[in-house]
């Protein structure tokens, strides 16, 4: 019996033994885990708004063909598109330039935020399509107005060695944000930076009474107001020759774009979640 007793208190201690082996296998990989899945969320959450590489660059002199956009626009001083983010961005109206991306790549989110324009997707045939242009000048489609509407919201990614411009392909003409590659050779695309995060109220959102829109605009957001026809000779307007009234309110996007992390901390976390699967067969 005293012998039993000695092999079962071996058993014991040795069952102990393995017991605390595995707290302290399990109390290791919890906290590796821990520890990889906080440097992924934190790659994540410091890329949320960054600003975009080399996008913008003031535009001097630049003036809404009678002095003020309210006055310019065919819609009415309703319609006036800046007003809603005039607390948010400075007074500098952006050339935007060909941008390249984040060392690791970018993820490219557009937010549709309101259309003032008959190309607004009423008629699929006749809708204003919102997207980049390569290097090589071929379209790459973001934000489709025919399918989409004010609160929608579209992504592209850009590789580490992409230069992109963005662009209008209205049914009139492929509008570029460089005024030069534009047929009339005027400014379809003018932008500005956010300064500061904040929540913007958007109203009216279309000439269709859609409904008022709220949006969290972040600093280094980029808003990019659209004029969508042709200085003269437009075809698709109603099938009359009319004039572009640049007031820009006729596509209103909002361009965030996100640094994709870094790949060594997706392959922490993919290392912690195999050594969880080893420790479990372990365990078993």
């Given amino acids: 019996m005293r012998i039993l007793r000695v092999q079962w208190g071996l058993i014991v201690q040795k069952e102990s033994k393995v017991g605390r082996q595995r707290s302290r296998l399990g109390r290791s990989f919890r906290a590796s885990l821990a520890f990889g899945v906080g440097l992924l969320f934190i790659g994540l959450s410091s890329a949320e708004a960054v600003t975009m590489t ?3 660059s003031a535009r001097a002199g630049f003036s809404f ?4 956009v309210s006055k310019s626009s065919y819609d009415g001083p309703a319609f006036d598109a800046f007003k809603p983010f005039a607390g948010f961005t400075g007074s500098e109206i952006l050339q935007l330039n060909s941008f390249t991306s984040h060392e690791q790549g970018s993820m ?3 937010f549709l935020l309101s259309e003032s324009a008959y190309f ?13 242009l390569d290097e090589a000048g071929n379209f790459i489609s973001i934000l489709d107005s025919a399918s989409a509407k004010p609160g929608d919201s579209g992504s592209i990614l850009q590789g580490s060695n992409d230069a992109f411009t963005f662009a209008l392909k209205s049914p009139e003409a492929l509008f570029s944000a460089d005024d030069k590659d534009n047929k009339d050779g005027m400014a379809h695309l003018v932008a500005q930076r956010v300064e500061k995060d904040g929540e913007v109220l958007v109203d009216p959102t279309s000439l269709r009474n859609t409904p008022p829109l709220s949006f969290q605009l972040f600093e280094g957001d980029m808003i990019i107001y659209i004029e969508d026809m042709l200085a003269q000779f437009n075809q698709q307007f109603l099938n009359v020759p009319a004039l572009g009234d640049f007031d820009y309110n006729d596509m209103v996007v909002v361009v965030r774009q996100t640094e994709i992390p870094e790949p060594a901390s ?19």
């Fill in 54 to 56: 080399n996008a913008g």
């Fill in 65 to 68: 063909p009678l002095g003020d």
């Fill in 108 to 110: 490219l989110e557009v």
């Fill in 120 to 132: 607004d997707g009423r008629d699929p045939n006749f809708a204003n399509n919102f997207g980049v």
């Fill in 266 to 284: 997706v392959v922490l976390l993919g290392s912690a979640l195999l050594g969880f699967g080893r420790f479990r067969r372990r365990q078993a």
